[in-house]
Structure formats: structure tokens, C-alpha cells
């Protein structure tokens, strides 16, 4: 019973305060217009005093702040044709650049115009400096000689004492009208083109009976064609660089040559499994015989995991999906462990200095066929050839830019000429432009050309036939089993190696 007493007293006391609060509000709404209306009059009378004196001030700042505009936007043109002058800090033409001899006239009458023949007057403008800030860019801002002329003038009249601002606009628009008119007979002159040494390539270079073989090749990218001499000048380098010396077996005690024949001809059998690019089968040779070249006792039992490890390292190299390192333990009837590969892989890397840059023969037959104007059986031939040569131990000292043209000058020979015949080895295939590009002569190219005809007229009744057999595939045109390969004329070429 108190405690709902206690809540209605408090109801009460809340409905009185209610009724004061609104009572007051209905009462005092009269007085308190007044009062802003007062208060209000007051502040837009202060409020336009105010902005008169806002307006006379700004109309005496607007002064600075358009000759500041006028001479930001007085910037010189930039003429990238025009030959580049040197250029400093200028301050209002006090300290500019001494003129040329072809501007001393201009420069002249500037300088008798300059602010420095003037009485300064006490209310003047402060002279505004602009750094023109000197760049090795061929692109920086630099100023021509009509648009520096321009710009003197205007800081020449912009050092002129004021007297007005209905004179000192006057005087700004004219500058802004010089300027501009500047900027349009700049416009309208003939530009001056420099002409400037280019590096031209070999294949840019016309030379008596040599075809260009890069020609058609400008509008596609991928075949970088203004590169491809000086990246072929880098490979004949390299090759030079890194050799396979003759008889580079000498000196192991249990590897020999026929060992070596052996694992190479092992070596393209799981190449042609694993469905890999030629340049893995050749790299992978490459490594071989270049480790072999280093690392004198090797022992009989790890060859086959050097020539494992070689092509698991090329395949890394070259392949965009590389097999796994467990399929190469696998085709190795698990004779060898995947941490034995992996630490023959650290000895060989080591061993060739982590360098697989040594260019292979598939990389000069791409060149000299397309100077050769080859059909497709010219090249798979040429392969086939290149693919036999790397298992010939007596082959292996040759460069590859050798192996390759001697491949392609024997196709050649067998497919252009007439297999038939008994004679016609000469030089009438190796032509001027395929004399220019590989830098061989046939001269040169034919005690090479005539150890690879034997090669191919005996690849049939060879022991190993890893090669061979895989050239016998449609995928590879029948190559091996072509006739042109048991003709009178292959006889004749190999015949005479034998004089």
C-alpha cells in the first residue's frame, strides 16, 4: 500500500512538471523571437561589414594570386626534337642563363627592358622564382627559344611597379596574349627531326646474295627477330666456352666408350617413354659427357645413375612438366633410391658449376633450316642424323653448331639431290645464305657430313637401335626407313671417307 502511494505521489509530481514545462513554452515563444530577430539583424549588419572588407582584400590579393596563375601557366613548350640546352635556376631573369650567340639580339633588348633599368616603386610586385630543375631524362621540360623569349617578357612585366589593379591586369593579359601566341607559332613550325646512329642487325644487312631470312618476321614478337643474330653470336660463344675435349674419357679406370654408347641408347628409350622434347635428350647427353669430362673415377656401378640423374635434371630444365622423381627411380627397376639421385644431382651440379647453358644441336638445326627454306622431311631427317651422332663417342668432341649443319647438309643432298646417282656430293645445296648464317663452309662441313653417313647407312645392323627403331614411327615421318638412306649416292659419300 506505501509502495503504490510512493508511485502515484511520484506520478503526480511528474504530470506538475509536465504542466510548468508547457505552460512555459506557450508563454515565452514571443520574447525569444524577439531576440533572434535582434541578434540576427546584428549579425548580417557585421556580417556585410565583413565581406566588404573580404572583397577589397581579395580584390587586392587576386592580384598575386593571378600573376602567380599567369606565370604557372606561362610554362615553356617541350619540343623533344628540338636539340637539349642546359638549364639552371631562374629568378625573375636576374640570374638566367647567359643567351646564345643567335639570341643576342632578343637578349639585348631584353635586358635593356629588364626590371633592372626601372625605379622600383614602393607598392611592387614580389618577384615570383621559378626553379626549372635540369633532368637526364630525354623527356624532362626543357625550354625552346620562343618560349623562353615569352617567359622573359612576362617576368619582365611582372616586375613592373603596380599602378592599379585595372594596369596591372592590363599587363598580365598581354603577357598571357604573348605567351599564348608563342605557343602557336611553336606549334606551327616545322619540327626538326634528329637523326640518330641505329644498330643494325646481320640479318638487317643486305648483302650480295644472302636472303634475310628475319624479314618476315618483324610483326611477330615471339620470334624476336631484331635478336636473333646477336643471341646465335652468344651461343657460338658458349659452345666455345664449354667443350667436349677429344677423347674425354681418358683417364677412368672403369668407364669406357662402349659403356657410354650403351647408356646414351638407354637413355633415348626412356626419353620416348616419358614423351620428352629433343632438347632434354641432348641436354641430358650434354651433362653426361660433361661430367664424365670432370670426374675421372667414376665408378662402373653409378654410371647408369649419372645418366638417370642427367636426364632427371634436363627434364627440370626443360620440360614445362617435369615426371617425378619417383618414375625415374622406377624405370630404374629400383636399383637406385630417390636420395641417391638427389645427391648425384648436388655432385653433378657441382661438378658442370651449376651451368646448362651449353647450346645443343637442335637450337642451330631450327636456324639452319629456316635459311634453308627445309621442308619438314629435311628437318626429321636432320634430327635423325643429330640423334645417331650423340651416341658415336668419336662425335662427341664436334660443337654443336657442326653436328647440326653437317645433319643438314647431308638431308639435304639425299632428299634435293639424286639418291640414285653415284656421284653428286658438292656444293651446290650449301648456299650462300646457309654458308652466311651457320659459318661454315661446305669444305668445312663434309669429312663431318661423311661420319654421319655411315652412321645412318649402318644404323640397321647396329647393336643399339634405340634410335633407329624410334625414327621407324609415323610420328617421326618413317625417317629411318626412308630409301634415300641405302642409296648409291650415300655409298659414294661414304665411301670416299675412307680415301
Request: aromatic share 8%; with cysteine.
Amino acid at each position: 500500500m506505501v509502495g503504490t502511494t510512493l508511485k502515484l505521489r511520484g506520478d503526480e509530481n511528474a504530470s506538475e512538471n509536465f504542466r510548468q514545462v508547457q505552460l512555459k513554452k506557450l508563454t515565452e515563444p514571443l520574447q525569444e523571437v524577439t531576440t533572434k530577430r535582434a541578434a540576427l539583424g546584428d549579425l548580417q549588419n557585421r556580417g556585410l561589414n565583413r565581406a566588404i572588407a573580404a572583397k577589397d582584400a581579395a580584390q587586392k590579393d587576386s592580384k598575386d594570386l593571378k600573376l602567380t596563375d599567369a606565370l604557372r601557366n606561362a610554362k615553356a613548350r617541350v619540343d623533344t626534337h628540338w636539340k637539349k640546352q642546359a638549364q639552371g635556376t631562374i629568378t625573375n631573369g636576374n640570374t638566367a642563363a647567359p643567351p646564345k650567340a643567335n639570341e643576342a639580339g632578343v637578349s639585348a633588348f631584353l635586358q635593356s627592358n629588364s626590371v633592372r633599368t626601372r625605379v622600383p616603386a614602393k607598392t611592387t610586385v614580389e618577384p615570383v622564382r621559378i626553379k626549372v630543375k635540369a633532368s637526364s631524362n630525354e623527356n624532362a621540360n626543357e625550354d625552346s627559344s620562343l618560349s623562353n623569349k615569352s617567359l622573359t617578357k612576362l617576368r619582365a612585366a611582372l616586375a613592373k611597379p603596380v599602378r592599379g589593379v585595372t594596369v596591372a591586369r592590363k599587363e598580365i593579359l598581354e603577357a598571357k596574349k604573348e605567351v599564348t601566341e608563342a605557343k602557336k607559332e611553336a606549334t606551327r613550325m616545322p619540327l626538326i627531326k634528329a637523326t640518330f646512329p641505329t644498330t643494325m642487325s646481320l640479318s638487317s644487312k643486305r648483302l650480295a646474295g644472302i636472303e634475310d631470312i628475319d624479314a618476315n618476321d618483324k610483326d611477330n614478337l615471339v620470334l624476336v627477330s631484331e635478336y636473333a643474330n646477336d643471341i646465335y653470336d652468344y651461343l657460338y660463344q658458349v659452345e666455345l666456352q664449354q667443350p667436349i675435349h677429344k677423347d674425354h674419357l681418358a683417364g677412368q679406370k672403369e668407364v669406357s666408350h662402349k659403356m657410354r654408347a650403351v647408356l646414351i641408347d638407354w637413355i633415348n628409350e626412356v626419353h620416348l617413354q616419358f614423351h620428352l622434347a629433343a632438347e632434354t635428350f641432348q641436354l641430358a647427353v650434354a651433362i653426361i659427357d660433361r661430367y664424365l669430362q670432370v670426374v675421372k673415377d667414376t665408378k662402373r656401378t653409378y654410371l647408369q645413375l649419372v645418366g638417370v640423374t642427367a636426364l632427371f635434371t634436363a627434364t627440370k630444365y626443360e620440360e614445362l612438366f617435369p615426371p617425378a622423381i619417383g618414375d625415374f627411380v622406377f624405370i630404374t627397376d629400383d636399383t637406385y633410391t630417390t636420395r641417391q639421385i638427389r645427391q648425384m644431382e648436388l655432385r653433378i651440379l657441382k661438378a658442370i658449376d651449376c651451368n646448362l647453358s651449353r647450346p645443343l644441336p637442335i637450337h642451330f638445326l631450327r636456324r639452319y633450316s629456316k635459311a634453308a627454306g627445309a621442308e619438314d622431311e629435311h628437318h626429321a631427317m636432320s634430327k635423325y642424323f643429330i640423334e645417331l651422332a650423340t651416341v658415336e663417342y668419336d662425335m662427341a668432341s664436334y660443337r654443336p653448331s657442326e653436328i647440326a649443319a653437317a645433319s643438314l647438309f647431308l638431308s639435304l643432298h639425299l632428299l634435293n639431290g639424286n639418291y640414285r646417282a653415284g656421284t653428286g656430293f658438292n656444293d651446290r645445296h650449301w648456299t650462300p645464305t646457309l654458308t652466311y648464317y651457320s659459318r661454315y663452309s661446305a669444305a668445312h662441313l663434309r669429312p663431318i657430313t661423311r661420319q654421319i653417313a655411315k652412321l645412318a647407312r649402318d644404323a640397321p645392323q647396329g647393336k643399339l637401335k634405340a634410335i633407329y627403331s624410334k625414327y621407324q614411327g609415323s610420328k617421326f615421318q618413317r625417317i629411318a626407313l626412308r630409301t634415300e638412306l641405302t642409296g648409291a649416292l650415300i655409298d659414294s659419300i661414304v665411301s670416299s671417307l675412307r680415301k
